[in-house]
């Protein structure tokens, strides 16, 4: 069975208590995504990783605090969530062969991963048959993802202990309806077994 990890917006402005859009905790289960993309890449499993790259006046300003500007420090994912052999996949349309990335990290200006216009087909392409899904925030890009994978017809994870969410309520009824929606819970201590 092929896997892929999906390590969701584990960016300085959402996992650092001084980002421009905290999640509260999120520095808790920062160590967790640490050991999943190690993990991942000890026996080789892919890692897509999310990433919000917003211009400085970008719409998605007008319902959330600016976070995440391209360039700037709180962009930046956290270091120690970097695999050594990655690559950039922009939200400009083109080829971006994978090669021997351990780590593929998709740029987006959305809350939605798959409005870049890559990932579908890259995912299509790299033809896994399971998707492990963690990250920030639960109720938001967490469950775009998840959702979004969801329709692939694929099994799709949301490893519980390794997400956080801005609200208890709206984390709950996201894993709600993913599970309704035929998605899979899991923890991390089952995924690294």
Known sequence: ???IFADIDTQLDFVSPAGALYVSGAELILDRIVRLNRWAAENDVLVISTMDAHAENDPEFANWPAHCVAGTLGQRKAV????DRRMVVPTCPGEYPIGRAQQVVIEKQQLDCFTNPNLSGMLERLRADRFVVYGVATEYCV???AMGLLQS????????????SISDDASKQMIEEFV???GTLTTFAAITA
């Open 1 to 3: 069975m092929k896997t």
């Open 80 to 83: 120690a969530t970097l695999l």
């Open 143 to 145: 469950r775009c993802a």
């Open 153 to 164: 017809g694929k099994r799709v994870e949301v490893i519980t202990d390794a997400v956080k």
């Open 180 to 182: 309704d929606a035929g």
